[in-house]
């Protein structure tokens, strides 16, 4: 049965504890957040100084956070990384944070509550019982609710959990389709899988992957141009239908990515496509100050092969400015900045430079160097990681 409100708290079976005194079973009385995150997580960070201003507001009350870094890497190396990085990135850091490289506890909280992304929070009630489940950005709301003892039995946490646990069960089923279609594509049965991938988007399991893997199918491994094209377009369509900025963008990125040859598609439609397609992007990103690196990153190959190279460049130099601001680790920050940087080389034809890095064009396409920048966006950059 699944992890869920009302159900017992799983154990605490850490690796290790990297910050604050170790804790080997929960209080009776206390209220616990845990917090499963990871360093190289921009979501997982940005929440961390959330949950620092959490613990230092509602300690009086009773309040225990634990952070559960249980997806680095495995080792003493790995420990000795974390540590350092805790005492580097979050020198204000005023509650526990345990090691868990051996997934103990990804086993027994993550998975069965059916929580495959990160951040994930629970909240712990004082009789230790599972009180909450889900994004770390509702504890604001949710939290004074569980301390005040209305949270328990009000409709709105019944409702949540319902929907979560319908969202888990969806997400395992798409997991477990997925592993079915890479079982033929490993021995390259394109038809099996092509067969399979149109069932699962009838079925709508996986939408978006979905799409990008029918598209790649098609015209990337069968080089069915006339097929390819018609997946390609009813996925651009089916994008600004949704209005949906993760749709827009992945869209955007399969119809001027640098994974194709898409000499054999039709050239005025696919442009025409492409230009519905990034002003929907920016109607959408528009409400957003400022927009995300992914939406200049993943536009300006649109205007660099449609000849307005100009705009392709100050759309990139618009994502480099906005390096600064983001919450990722500085490891991350730099590799960014390094295929913007490259990008915009390549598109200037001379040396660029940012923040004291200085990057000359090399002797290929602008576009394969502008949409390796533009893939990172649809990762754990903007959204929270997926295991």
């Avoid at 990871?38 to 009350?61: F, H, K």
């Avoid at 990057?359 to 290929?364: D, E, F, R, S, Y």
């Amino acid at each position: 049965m699944a992890l869920r409100l009302e159900s017992a708290a799983p154990s605490l079976k850490v690796s290790n504890w990297v910050h604050g005194e170790p804790l080997t079973h929960f209080q009776s009385g206390k209220v616990y957040i845990v917090e499963f995150w990871a360093t190289w997580c921009g979501p997982c960070v940005t929440a961390m100084p959330g949950l620092v201003q959490l613990q230092d507001r509602y300690r009086d009350s009773g309040l225990d956070v634990i952070g559960v870094a249980a997806s680095e890497r495995a080792g003493e190396e790995a420990r000795t990384m974390l540590d350092a990085w805790l005492t580097e990135n979050l020198p204000s850091l005023n509650f526990r944070i345990a090691f868990d490289y051996r997934a103990e506890m990804h086993r027994l909280w993550m998975a069965a509550s059916f929580s495959f992304g990160i951040p994930t929070s629970f909240i712990v009630n004082g009789d230790g019982h599972i009180a909450f489940i889900g994004d770390p950005t509702k504890l604001d709301d949710v939290l004074p609710k569980v301390l005040d003892g209305s949270w328990r039995t009000s409709a709105e946490a019944k409702t949540a959990d319902k929907e979560r646990i319908a969202e888990g069960e969806t997400y395992a089923a798409e997991i477990a389709f997925h592993d079915r279609i890479s079982a033929v594509i490993e021995i390259k049965d394109w038809n099996t899988a092509l067969s399979a991938i149109e069932e699962g988007i009838n079925l709508n399991l996986g939408s978006i992957s979905l799409r990008r893997l029918h598209v790649e199918t098609l015209i990337g491994r069968m080089r069915d141009m006339e097929a390819g094209w018609i997946a390609l377009d009813e996925f651009a369509r089916t994008a600004i239908e949704r209005h949906s900025e993760d749709w827009l963008l992945a869209a955007m990125q399969e119809l001027f990515g640098p994974h194709y040859d898409y000499s054999g598609l039709p050239l005025e439609e696919r442009f025409s496509m492409g230009k519905e397609l990034s002003e929907s992007i920016l109607r959408l990103c528009s409400q957003q100050d400022p927009f995300s690196i992914a939406v200049y990153a993943t536009i300006a190959p649109y205007h660099h092969e449609s000849g307005d190279k100009e705009r392709a460049a100050d759309l990139i130099e618009q994502g480099l400015d906005l390096i600064d601001g983001v919450s990722v680790p500085d490891e991350n920050k730099r590799k960014i900045q390094a295929s913007l940087l490259r990008t915009l080389a390549e598109y200037k034809g001379e040396e660029v430079c940012h923040g004291g890095t200085c990057v000359a064009p090399k002797k290929q396409t602008g576009k394969e160097e502008a949409v390796g920048a533009a893939l990172w966006g649809s990762g754990g950059m903007t959204r929270g990681a997926r295991h």
